[in-house]
């Protein structure tokens, strides 16, 4: 029940987000480095969850058939395949490397 | 101009249904990370912005905390907020508009909008991006959220590796030049060292606080990092502004 009050608020906070920019007057959007922390946190976040997705299990860290999908999904990537392509390399590398043992 | 002759139309359409697709992913990701089928509809049409919710859902299946992973898509949602600063300058909506342009107010919606020089064009792009998107995206999170229910082990499937995945994929765009490419991997190692030592769902937090640290003492380009997850332009980019390497000089 608790995940759903964490969700609902996460809901309430994004939309807060969005709509603040459409409140505050536009001047702010000249400041830089309101703007420039938006955009490397953006970027520090994505790179923390692929990481976190990649090798962590709870508080310990694991090299396993998820280091496959990382580097299926860069190939891809590296030859520009579309996203949809890109997540199907990923599961179809971590799913190929387990059936062949690889955990 | 009839609707159907709109170039912001068109594109805005050919991008609804590329990002409405991956929806899929997203829904059967969400029920296989521990999140029940209404759980999932309400992240899709309450929140309505992937990466935010594919944080959320990432936190959650690490075994994180529900605050952490609130905290991680609020953050990850801050862009939002600087887009609603440019649309609001650039569309101008007023009464109940806006509140509902606030709603669809996504990478997608405002590269769609922003790509168009005529205001005309602009303002079709971004309603035809946004809620194109807002609705496939939602049908599509419903039809993920049922098959994934139905597959059993997701590892089997290697869904595990789909988000991992989709993570490198919404990451990779913003890669360009030397210095994001810097900022990730930093933000990398911290999420790394911080694993073992605090509790699951705080390393995002340690990473987002040095991206922050790093764009407050920095002085890099400003739009660092907001490109869009998808760039509906591509097609037309490609040969004069490709995707650079992250290895190669900007």
């Known amino acids: 029940m608790t995940l759903w009050l964490w969700l ?6 994004a939309y807060a987000w969005k709509l603040v920019g459409y409140l505050l007057p536009a001047s702010l959007l000249r400041n830089p480095r309101m703007s420039r922390i938006a955009g490397t946190m953006t970027i520090g976040l994505l790179a923390s969850l692929t990481v976190l997705n990649t090798v962590a299990s709870g508080q310990s860290l694991t090299l396993d058939a998820r280091l496959g999908a990382l580097a299926a999904a860069a190939v891809a990537l ?8 890109v997540v199907l390399a990923g599961a179809g590398a971590a799913a190929g490397l387990r059936l062949l043992g690889w955990n | 101009m009839r609707l159907a002759q709109s170039p912001a139309v068109r594109v805005g359409l050919s991008i609804s249904i590329a990002t409405g697709l991956y929806g899929v992913s997203f829904g059967a990701l969400s029920v296989t990370s521990g999140l029940d089928f ?3 509809m309400a992240l899709s049409l309450l929140l309505f912005s992937g990466g935010s919710q594919f944080a959320f859902i990432g936190v959650v299946a690490g075994g994180g905390s529900g605050v952490a992973a609130m905290s991680a898509a609020t953050l990850l949602g801050m862009r939002n907020g600087i887009y609603g600063m440019q649309l609001n300058a650039l569309l101008q909506p007023r009464g109940w508009r806006r509140f509902a342009a606030a709603h669809v107010t996504i990478d997608e919606s405002t590269a769609t909008s922003t790509g168009q020089t005529d205001p005309a064009e602009q303002r079709r792009g971004f309603w035809t991006a946004g809620i194109g998107i807002f609705v496939l995206w939602n049908l599509f999170t419903a039809v993920g959220a049922l098959a994934g229910a139905a597959l059993g082990d997701p590892k089997q499937w290697g869904l595990d590796g789909a988000a991992v995945a989709a993570f490198l994929g919404l990451l990779w765009p913003r890669l360009k030049g030397r210095e994001p490419a810097a900022i990730a991997v930093v933000c990398a190692v911290a999420t790394v060292l911080a694993v073992p030592v605090v509790p699951a769902g705080v390393p995002i937090l340690v990473a987002a ?3 922050a640290a790093v764009g407050w003492f920095s002085h890099g380009r400003t739009d660092e990092g907001l490109e869009p997850d998808v760039d509906p332009y591509a097609d037309q980019h490609r040969g004069h502004e490709s995707r650079r390497s992250p290895g190669e000089a900007s």
Do not use: I, K
Request: aromatic share 20%.
């Open chain 1, 8 to 13: 609902l608020l996460s809901c309430v906070l």
């Open chain 1, 78 to 85: 590296w030859f520009r395949a579309p996203f949809l392509m």
């Open chain 2, 38 to 40: 209404w759980q999932t």
């Open chain 2, 209 to 211: 606080a040095v991206a």
